[in-house]
């Protein structure tokens, strides 16, 4: 199994993420949306890679990673055509299911091949799958940058705006397939199995239970970076993206970095308190007057984040069994990916009837909860296989 086939088809898979992070919250208001709107469609795309998530993992376990992954690529390209074409909100929303649940199918799939491809034995296996993830967003971006100066010229943003996703419905689409079909993506159970025994709910309920708090905060601040965008700079669709190639940036660099970390010092309780970063962060946001001092502070908020996937996803790896490694990562996405949907919709309704402190103060509450069921369960002093704990 080539773990560079998996860093290539996450980054064919992540073109239209960055863009559509921005782009969904003003689409969403450009077609008559309100700030509740918007956290309901970031709700919907998260509600389902939580169920595709949790449908993934059962059947990858049964040695089906590659239907998985087809099935994956295809959903996310209908996804990605709807939101083309498109009209109403109501179209968004279907469009957004299909986008979530092939991303669902995706996001699961590689992680589990990445497992298997010596992951479990190197952390740097996780932190190379998100820079490659950051990569095809960063091509993704600049493709669409590129699309939006198009629309802008024509005074028709939202054409552009659809022009790019048609774009990347068929840089995920083409690549993958290709990908996919080259890729050996079966294992030998007999030779890779891991401790007998289930899945011990047990041993990683304290990272469930902070991937959760994260979830729910990160739910309830990011998608109403827009309404707040709008609100305070009235800035074009090219000017706010310019504004996340930073944080973009960010995850690129430090993606890579951060496995050698973990190898390096191993999984320690400090670095579960890295979310508390994303909490100053949140904090400081509403009284931010200055797009370069936001993009700054977005940059700041990447590499907490970064580092704290690679250390739940290396976790995962050694304190589950190799044979339910599917349902291991699917119940990791189904606990970040439901708490997230309602801190959507939580947010949105906040936003709205509270104002912008109102909503990222309680986001910031969520990220200052979540290192403290992480820190507490998880003993620094009992050495797991692959990553000095």
Do not use: C
Request: charged share 10%; proline share 3%.
């Amino acid at each position: 199994m080539s773990v560079r086939r998996a860093y290539l088809i996450n980054a064919f898979a992540n073109v239209y993420f960055a863009m559509m992070l921005f782009i969904l919250g003003i689409y969403v208001i450009a077609l008559g949306g309100s700030s509740v709107a918007v956290g309901i469609a970031y709700a919907v795309y998260n509600l389902m890679i939580f169920i595709s998530g949790l449908l993934a993992g059962p059947i990858i376990d049964r040695n089906m990673l590659k239907a998985i992954m087809y099935i994956g690529v295809a959903t996310m390209f209908s996804g990605l055509v709807g939101m083309a074409i498109v009209t109403s909100i109501s179209g968004v929303y279907v469009s957004i299911i299909l986008i979530g649940f092939g991303a669902g199918f995706i996001a699961t799939g590689l992680l589990v091949f990445a497992s298997h491809a010596g992951g479990q034995a190197d952390a740097n296996v996780y932190g190379k799958l998100i820079s490659y993830s950051a990569i095809g967003s960063a091509i993704g971006g600049g493709i669409g940058y590129l699309i939006l100066i198009f629309g802008e010229l024509l005074s028709r943003e939202l054409l552009g705006v659809r022009m790019i996703f048609l774009a990347y419905a068929f840089l995920s689409m083409i690549p993958n397939v290709y990908l996919i079909w080259r890729t050996d993506m079966a294992y030998s159970k007999r030779e890779e199995k891991g401790p007998a025994g289930r899945l011990n709910l047990k041993a990683i309920g304290g990272a469930l239970m902070a991937t959760s708090f994260q979830a729910l905060a990160q739910g309830i601040t990011y998608p109403m970076i827009f309404p707040f965008l709008t609100e305070r700079f009235h800035a074009s669709f090219l000017i706010v993206a310019l504004a996340y190639a930073p944080s973009g940036a960010a995850w690129l660099l430090f993606s890579r970095r951060a496995g050698s970390l973990l190898n390096r010092y191993g999984i320690h309780r400090r670095f579960a308190l890295a979310t508390i970063v994303s909490a100053v962060i949140v904090m400081i946001i509403p009284f931010s007057n200055s797009l370069i001092l936001l993009s700054a502070l977005w940059a700041i908020e990447g590499l907490g984040l970064v580092l704290w996937n690679v250390v739940i996803n290396a976790l995962i790896s050694t304190i589950t069994p190799k044979d339910v490694w599917g349902k291991s990562y699917g119940l990791e996405n189904a606990t970040y990916y439901l708490p997230y949907a309602l801190g959507a919709v939580v947010g949105g309704v906040v936003f709205l009837y509270y104002g912008v402190v109102a909503a990222f103060y309680l986001g910031a509450l969520f990220f200052f909860l979540a290192p403290i069921p992480f820190v507490l369960s998880y003993n620094r002093r009992k050495k797991a296989p692959a990553v000095n704990a």
